[in-house]
């Protein structure tokens, strides 16, 4: 296993989760950042990097009352923070810093202080896939989602199961925004969204945010909270249209990025204890298992199906609920790090029994970027 450069000594959320019409967006940031420093007892003047999407890297640091010495604004879609903890680890190897703050915060469900949508009809997606009814996630999902079950055979019954465990998951959780039980029958007869997604097979649409502090690993022990090391990390990007990916049926940014952030761990799929696939509708997990090798191809909707899955199950996915039933501002892939380091600490409300590895995997766009960061409780 690599022995880590850089460590996570600091992790929060928002205070409140979910429909938060008296803050805005930049405010979310500043809450969940407050959240963050204290959770491992610094203040806005410890921190000299800050990085963040949705919200300019400017704009944030000049809210906190931060002047620092490195920004990151790379803005791939909810992938982005797992970029970010990427950068920031090579920024402080490097030298450039010494303790960075990421921020997230969207006001997803309220759209308080939110800037227009990116894109128009300029742009690639809008010259060559808008014309033919492509408008927004839930349809453009829907193209790699039927070429797999073509192709694989994978059935509703399965996706659905997808919604049905992580609702397990869940409900275990006291901040979860749906934590009463559903089965796969449910989610059938739950409304038809764009086919073949149902509408408990898409993700929530919420407020709320989270917030990082990553710092040099030989000072991770300074701190009050048990300290998470980052040990591997990737990140890559394949096509901003969905129609024009490589195979329809797999990731070819998922692969890079997985690989990369394996293979920088020194670790393999067998050594992971608890993964989070960001999930913003039911197949991703699919492709997420698939794609970073903890299943062959075609065989992740069988593996959920026979509850690999679920709590007490052989490999602990999305423990927090997800986008599905968890909560989803809109970029997710900060829960899934939040959930990661909660689950490495030892104090998830759903905690998973002996975790030292966790693998946060976060999409950005419909398959356009990928980020995997590998996560433990030892140095290394």
Known sequence: MTR??????????TTRLGEIPDMSQIALHADA?????????????????VATAGESPVAVAQYLGITPSWLDGTQVGGCSFMLHVRHAAAAIAAGHCKTVLITHGQSGRSRVGVGGFPGGAASLSGQFEAPYGIAGPPTSFTIPALRYMKEFGLTHEQLAMVAVIQRE?????????????????DVLRSRVIAYPFHLLECCLVTD????????AAERARDFPRKPVYVIGTGESS???MISQMEDFTTSRAFRVSGRAAFAEAGIVPGDVD????????AHLPIYGLEDLGFVKRGEAGPFIWERNTAPAGKLALNTNGGGLSYTHTGMYGMFALQESVRQVRGTAPAQVPD?????A???????AAAGTVVLCDERG
Request: contains cysteine.
């Open 355 to 359: 975790v030292h590895i966790s693998v």
């Open 361 to 367: 995997h976060g999409v950005g766009g419909m398959f």
């Open 274 to 281: 608890h993964l989070m696939i960001y999930d913003a509708f």
């Open 33 to 49: 950042a407050r959240n963050a420093l204290a959770d491992c007892g610094l203040t806005v003047a410890d921190v000299d990097g």
């Open 4 to 13: 880590a450069v850089t460590a996570i000594v600091g992790a929060a959320e």
């Open 169 to 185: 998951w869940a409900s275990r959780n006291p901040r979860a925004m749906h934590r009463d039980p559903i089965t796969v029958d």
């Open 238 to 240: 394949e096509t901003p």
């Open 208 to 215: 709320g945010g989270g917030a990082l502090v990553v710092t």
